[in-house]
């Protein structure tokens, strides 16, 4: 009963490779979230979405692409995989879209490109 | 949103309390104080928050001076579970969610 739950957990793949990871949350958020952790540890977040709309789009290559199908869900498309997108991907998801709410976070995908 | 500055680590023996100090000596008021922590390869997890009164749940406190510029996380009883490294994070009301993480203090619990 997982409440934020992203897959795979580990991806590894070739440079120029799209790939895409998934996140779904059971706890029937509205907003979710994508941050990125690069090597040195610092966490950034990437998006956010409330009921399926965008709010927060920081600056991203365009090469990353979130989709929000549902509330309870929010993938990452990534296009032409570059180097310095290895990096941990994490999902996370709260109630409403103002800062306040407390953001529960999902355990990562851990993306190397060789 | 205000700046913060922690102690880039702290060791604490098991069983004692773990007290994290915190920085915010630009914050203004209507910024609240977060506390988030991140275990080995897991994310981030939610702590505790607060505004201006001191605030207890079940897995810590935090105490905030009365002119708001700095806080303090107390563990009360550190176990080995609690190895990670703590954010401080300084909010804006109706901020649009965006967490900005620091680069925290990383806590070693020891036997």
């Known amino acids: 009963d997982t409440a934020v739950s992203q897959t795979p957990k580990y991806l590894v793949t070739q440079m120029g490779n799209d790939k895409s990871i998934k996140c779904e949350q059971n706890l ?4 979710m979230y994508w941050y990125k952790q690069d090597s040195k540890k610092f966490l950034k977040i990437m998006f956010s979405y409330n009921n399926k709309e965008l709010i927060i789009n920081e600056t991203v290559p365009n090469r990353f692409s979130p989709k929000s199908p549902d509330k309870a869900h929010l993938n990452l498309h990534i296009n032409s995989l570059e180097l310095g997108d290895s990096a941990v991907y994490f999902c996370a998801s709260s109630q409403g879209n103002r800062v306040r709410q407390p953001q529960h976070f999902g355990d990562g995908t851990r993306l190397s490109i060789l | 949103d205000a700046k913060t500055t922690q102690p880039t680590s702290m060791d604490c023996a098991e ?3 773990a ?7 630009t914050i203004s008021g209507n910024e609240y104080v977060y506390w988030y922590r991140q275990i080995h390869s897991q994310g981030p997890q939610y702590i505790i928050h607060g505004l201006k009164n001191n605030e207890t749940n079940e897995m810590a406190s935090l105490i905030i001076t009365e002119d708001r510029k700095s806080s303090t996380l107390i563990l009360p009883h550190a176990t080995l579970r609690d190895t990670a490294v703590y954010y401080c994070i300084v909010i804006s009301l109706g901020t649009a969610s965006k967490l900005t993480f620091g680069t925290g203090t990383r806590l070693q619990v020891t036997l």
Not at chain 1, 28 to 31: L, M, N, Q
Not at chain 2, 19 to 25: A, E, T, V
């Open chain 1, 28 to 31: 029937g958020h509205d907003t």
């Open chain 2, 15 to 17: 069983g004692r309390a």
């Open chain 2, 19 to 25: 007290n994290l100090p915190c920085n915010h000596s």
